[in-house]
């Protein structure tokens, strides 16, 4: 089980199940981008405290860990977060072997938006960690278990690559007097919100999932509507949810979509579940947005040099869609669009140059070199020039090395081959 803590630093609470303590810290402005901190931890005993530090001050108390594996603990920083800030201190430390105790903790690595930070990095300093050659001593690199009170310190030269994770952002306001939510996955609910009126202005509410989450995964539900009477005039406060956008891996969904859900929408004198009703929850219900990551577009333009060229768009190394061009006089080059299933990514994606040829024209006697020039691609909001060092190319001719795959190498196809993108 993932434990999941208190938001810190935020304009908004949120609630968790574990034996942690929190610490009361101060808040930061309204939309401050969160950023998510995740430790993979455990214990020796199970009754390890470990306080995590942010910029010096305590920000989390963990009292209790398993003792057979790793487990994540989460927890939200209002405000980007460099590692290091952070400090992970042992607070409990015990060795008593006459009656089996001894205490420690073990970090796997943390992770920070994503970002893995290995404790056994040499980069990673500890003021905690026990060898039979030193005992404890402060050093980098010492290993991944704090034998002793002390503390492990990160730091951005210890980066060690990105998670199998997914980025989720609700942008959200409240109507009324305050509007609890939740951040559902599959059914189960992995964190719960509530927007204040005096935090009246849209929030970004950042939460990063583990595994790759499509967006049909995923429902904003809003959980306290009611009508109350206003205690500072004749009138009355309705409690409403306004979810302006969801964001996931940068693809943004709106409630006025068409293929999204909605069970709590006041729309034409009635609430009743229907898709495309709005971006407000004006009644305790969600927003489903299945269907939403249905569709990539991939824009293509191209240019045929020779008599006609003809061209593949792969998909996972499938062919999707065929294209032809001519490449007579005056021919201009064209623009292509193909909408995709789903959400594709860039190294998912093959341009295929198929008819390669030279030969002599049988009427006016010139020799005919079929070649493709690729102008751009564009994947979903993500824009490629073949000239640029994350494009490779299996087909284009260079005076130097003649056709030989490589990264980078221009916009032009001059024998059979691909480019493909990342």
């Not at 564009?378 to 490779?392: A, R």
Request: charged share 20%; proline share 3%; glycine share 10%.
């Amino acid at each position: 089980m993932m434990n999941f803590l208190r938001t810190l630093f935020s304009t908004h609470r949120e609630h968790f199940h574990s034996n942690t303590e929190i610490l009361q810290v101060d808040t930061l402005e309204q939309r401050q981008m969160l950023s998510t901190v995740s430790v993979f931890a455990q214990g020796s005993m199970g009754d390890e405290s470990l306080e995590i530090e942010f910029r010096g001050r305590p920000a989390v108390i963990i009292n209790s860990f398993p003792t057979d594996g790793f487990q994540e603990f989460q927890f939200d920083i209002g405000t980007t977060v460099d590692p290091g800030e952070l400090r992970f201190k042992f607070l409990n430390d015990a060795y008593d072997p006459a009656n089996g105790v001894d205490r420690n903790i073990t970090i796997d690595r943390i992770e920070i938006d994503g970002n893995i930070y290995q404790t056994e990095n040499a980069a990673t300093f500890s003021t905690g960690t026990w060898t039979p050659q030193d005992g404890i001593q402060d050093g980098f690199g010492c290993g991944e278990t704090l034998n002793g009170n002390g503390y492990f310190q990160y730091s951005q030269e210890g980066f060690d690559g990105v998670a199998d994770t997914t980025l989720i952002e609700i942008d959200a306001q409240v109507q009324g007097d305050v509007a609890d939510f939740e951040l559902q996955i599959d059914g189960e609910t992995v964190r719960e919100y509530s927007l204040l009126s005096r935090n009246a202005a849209r929030n970004t509410f950042v939460y990063r999932a583990q595994g790759n989450i499509d967006p049909e995964r995923i429902r904003v539900a809003f959980t306290n509507d009611a009508i109350l009477p206003n205690p500072f005039s004749d009138g009355t406060i309705d409690r409403n949810l306004i979810v302006h956008s969801i964001t996931v891996d940068g693809f943004s969904y709106n409630g006025s979509d068409s293929n999204v859900l909605s069970t709590g929408t006041w729309l034409g004198g009635e609430i009743v579940p229907g898709t495309g009703r709005g971006n407000v929850l004006h009644a305790n219900g969600y927003f489903q947005y299945s269907g939403t990551a249905a569709m990539t577009d991939i824009v293509i333009s191209a240019k045929g040099f020779g008599d006609a060229v003809d061209f593949e768009l792969q998909i996972d190394g499938q062919t999707v869609q065929n294209y032809g061009l001519s490449a007579r006089a005056g021919a201009a080059e064209r623009v292509f669009t193909y909408t995709a299933d789903g959400i594709i990514s860039a190294d998912q994606v093959r341009i295929v140059f198929t008819n390669d040829l030279i030969f002599t024209d049988p009427i006016s006697g010139a020799t005919i070199d079929r070649n493709l020039r690729i102008n751009f691609v564009e994947i979903g909001d993500q824009l490629f020039d073949p000239n640029d060092s994350n494009v490779f190319s299996t087909g284009t001719w260079r005076v130097e090395d003649g056709v030989s795959p490589g990264f980078g190498r221009g916009n032009f196809l001059h024998a059979n081959g691909y480019m493909s993108f990342s």
